[in-house]
């Protein structure tokens, strides 16, 4: 049985002032770095060593891996980074404030912006400061993968193509990988798992900082998954449902 630990990046400072993120490059509030360290904990615990460890170009991700990582005396394994496991990108919206927007455009219009899977929030201008396609880290990209904006969808696509080209393979070789990742790349990726419909995907938050396991058979199709705790499989009551 091959078995693929997810973990969403711990708590941001934007998570906690409750700001549109995306690609915007904002580090772990002190909450979140506890996070990290308490999931690097509950894995070495439960006897979890990994091979090589997948995360994005975004350093709330890469912090919570290095914690990780340091706290599993890890620190060592190959890690390998990548610009399509970064958070599904913002557009427009990166860096305004979640409730003064709904107060603005409605609740509503905000959901749909975050959570149905084939909106665009509105993109950014290739003048805006927030447009960084010549930041050293994005110049591998081709043309056109630097997004304005992305629906879910968008960010599926990308993340998919990570996961058969570069962690596929891997699991299936019979490696022990970590990712960790973004609320929404990660979304993307459970939602191709475990074959969940455009409409039932809205509800799906993934918790910051609480490794989520998934087993798979050879096909990398999933058995079962559950979240890790200090004491073991987490029930359902106890995943924590702030974003
Ligand atoms: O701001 C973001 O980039 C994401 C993740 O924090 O937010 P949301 O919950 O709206 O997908």
Known sequence: MIKVVLIRHGQSEWNLENRFTGWSDVDLSVNGLEEARQAGRVLKKH???????????LKRAIRTLWIILGEM??????????????????????????????AKYGEEQVHLWRRSVNVRPPALERNDVRYEASAPRYQSLQDGEYPLTENLEDTERRVLR???????????SGQ???IAAHGNTLRALVKHLDRIPADGIADLNIPT?????YELDER???IRHYYLGIDGELPGEAIPSRL
Not at 162 to 172: K, M, N, V
Not at 209 to 213: A, D, H, K, T
């Open 47 to 57: 006897g979890y060593v990994f091979d090589a460890a997948h995360t994005s170009y």
């Open 73 to 102: 005396d890890l620190m060592w394994i190959p890690e390998y980074k990548s610009w399509m496991l970064n958070e599904r990108h913002y557009g427009a919206l990166q860096g305004l404030n979640k409730a003064e927007t709904a």
């Open 162 to 172: 990570y996961w058969r080209e570069s962690i596929s393979p891997a699991l299936t």
């Open 176 to 178: 022990h990988i970590l």
């Open 209 to 213: 900082g609480i490794p989520l396991v």
């Open 220 to 222: 990398l199709a999933p």
